[in-house]
């Protein structure tokens, strides 16, 4: 009896993880699939007018970037974050932080230290990003 009310009084506490937390999880995910090349998996987290700009300026979006990922033209080997900080805004929220990055894309090698935005937005329950930037540091 004493461990279902244990187990009652715990319940609420385990299931209340903050937007924030829960947002947190979505981004780390967004690193693991793109290592894993798992464009299925990626595919929910994006938005459907998902736009990435990368930091030579060329932008992508949804459709293509999950082709390239898929196909194995895309492939991230290592992907490290670091000062990782959250601003909510309601239903939105901006990610940045610093990325070192390795992997090779179009046939070409590509490695760097990148500093990255990301907006996310609540649909449906669920955080989807909506663009992501990321700009090479010197």
């Known amino acids: 009896m004493k461990k279902i009310f244990s187990a009652l009084l715990l319940a609420p ?3 209340c993880a903050s937007p924030q937390d829960d947002l947190l999880k979505r981004d780390a995910l967004w690193n693991e699939y793109r290592l894993k090349s798992d464009a299925r998996s990626l595919a929910p987290l994006l938005a459907d ?8 300026g060329k932008v992508q979006y949804k459709k ?4 390239q990922l898929g196909t194995g033209n895309r492939v991230n080997t290592s ?3 670091e ?5 909510m ?3 939105t929220a901006v990610v940045t932080g610093a990325s070192t990055q390795s992997g090779v894309g179009d046939g070409k090698p590509f490695s ?3 500093r990255f935005t ?4 609540l649909r449906d329950g669920a955080w989807v990003m909506t663009a992501s930037h990321s700009s090479r540091l010197p």
């Open 118 to 121: 990301r907006v996310w937005i």
């Open 49 to 56: 007018d998902w736009m990435l700009t990368h930091s030579d």
């Open 89 to 91: 805004y309601g239903g």
């Open 13 to 15: 506490l385990l299931a």
């Open 64 to 67: 293509d970037y999950l082709e």
């Open 79 to 81: 992907i490290t974050n």
């Open 83 to 87: 000062d990782v900080r959250v601003r």
């Open 112 to 114: 760097g230290s990148f």
